[in-house]
């Protein structure tokens, strides 16, 4: 619906700060009526001065005569932020009052009793901050991450937010634009007047200018969209499938990458043959662990100082867990393989993996190989075993020559959290992990601005991305022979022109208001 529109002149208010009990609740009140809401609150005193904080006794405006008895909250912390250059764009008041929710309540109830000249109401969700965009204050890109920004709970999403904040990336698009529609103002003229006036420029010259300018952007948009795919990681986290045969070790060592290294931000339960599936801070980036179904399939082999395994049957139950884990594996960004030192009947170990798991590791992005159980035979054999393990299984897969396997054991680390032996290696892993995760997102040195584009943004640049090589078809024609078709040409750039827009709500971008309700259903009400 269309309240916003029609309602811009209302006088809004809101709490601000997070519900629930805490020292100090903020309640806000833009528009023309904040300081009438002021006066309502406060009838004896003149209003702080602009920008400076005042202490203030809030009185009931329904019953300003009763003595003391009509008092809301003493000592409040009142500033008057006025219009133009504020939060909103508009008159701004703030109430910093106690924050015991009866405070709160007593309040914001007589915030509407309070005479004002229009008519004053409890905000919309992201009221506040689409009053800021209508005035000018934040472009779009800057409102998407400050909704990100509200969102942030890891230290990476964070800086993904901030970087957004900035406002660098709307000057740039604006830029473009800008650069954009005067290329097509020039075309344009060429094709009204170059029959009866004099040009400086040739149409092939002014195209041969223009097609520069058009592959300068089209460049930078490549950056750009590479960086929108990197913050996607660290917005919505980076996926990583753990992968092994039964009783490698897998929950053991999930267990402990949670307990020691990782707090969980989400989770979520799966049966056996399921995934177990949680969100986990690991150093401030967020990530989905997903403990898979152990894989066993006919490839499954084990190395042996003794024997040479056996060939598992496998149920229908177990199958569907393997083809489950196996998209796993080629969905996630960081496959971790777990194989596992294991006894052997009659005496000796060996270490048991999965061949396809191997393969399907090599596939990912990136990948770690980690032999669990280390524990449970002497240095010498483990580093015989690992010898065995690294030429016969990782040398025979492509990707894996030369690759160092890390050892653990979660049962050591699982003592080590009791004080009784080693780390276990676990930590060496969760070190790995993050040199990983920084791998994979980051951004030459100069470009960490480009991790504030959002995945909208994302598509409306490849959409622009479509336009200009439209254009550059037609640009390029100029050569070939065949006449270019300037007016097509000038159309390509106008509709580029208007997709860049479209990321910062501003300009010719037609469709605002469906824009705008995409992006602010996700705000909450105080914003
Ligand atoms: P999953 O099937 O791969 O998830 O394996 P689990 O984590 O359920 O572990 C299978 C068995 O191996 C359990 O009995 C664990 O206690 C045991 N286990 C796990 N890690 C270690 C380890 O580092 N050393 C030893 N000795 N046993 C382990
Ligand atoms: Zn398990």
Known sequence: NNTFV?????????????????????????????????????PTKPPPKPRYAGVRTLLDPSSPDSLNSNILDSD???????????????????????????????????IPKCCTLGKVRYAEPGEFTRRAFLNGRLDLAQVESLGDTLDAVTEQQRRVAVQGNSGVLGKIYEHWREEL?????????????????????SPTELLTNVRQLVEGILHSINMHKLGSQKSELLRNGIRIALLGPPNAGKSSLMNQIVGREASIVSSEAGTTRDI???????????????????????????????DGGSTPVIGAIEQ???????????DSDIVIVLASVEAVNGGGHRISYDM???????????????????DVVERGTLELLIQEFKSSALGSVQGLHGAEPLTISCKAAATAAAGLTGPGGVHTL???????????????????????????????????????????????????????????????????????????GRGDSGDVEEVLGVIFEKFCVGK
């Open 356 to 374: 396809e798991t191997l393969k399907l590791a090599a596939a990912a992005q990136q990948c770690l190989v980690a032999v669990n159980k280390s």
């Open 430 to 504: 969760t070190e790995r992990l993050v040199q990983s995760f920084s791998e994979l997102t980051s951004l030459p040195g100069d470009m960490h601005h480009l991790l504030g584009v959002t995945e909208r943004q994302n598509q409306l640049l490849s959409e622009c991305q479509m336009h200009l090589k439209g254009f550059m078809t037609e640009a390029q024609a100029c050569g070939t022979g065949r006449e270019p078709d300037v007016v097509l040409a000038a159309e390509h750039l106008r509709l580029a022109a208007n997709r860049l827009a479209c990321i910062t």
């Open 76 to 110: 409040s912390l009142i500033l008057y932020f006025p219009g133009p250059k504020t939060v909103t764009g508009e008159d701004v008041l703030e109430l910093h009052v106690h924050g015991g929710s009866a405070t709160v309540k007593a309040v914001l109830a007589a």
């Open 181 to 201: 529609l005067l290329a097509r103002g020039e075309i344009e003229a060429l094709i009204d007047f170059s029959e009866d006036q004099h040009f400086d420029e």
């Open 320 to 330: 569907e867990g393997i083809r489950r884990a196996r998209q796993k594996a080629m």
């Open 276 to 306: 177990v599936e949680a969100n986990l801070d690991i150093r401030g980036y967020l990530c989905s662990f997903a403990d898979t179904a152990g894989i066993r399939t006919e490839s499954t082999r084990s190395i042996s100082n003794l």
């Open 6 to 42: 029609d309602e811009a002149d209302d006088t809004i208010y809101a709490l601000s700060s997070g519900a629930g009990k805490a020292g100090i609740a903020v309640i806000r009140i833009s528009g023309s009526g904040s300081l009438n809401v002021y006066s309502g609150l406060c």
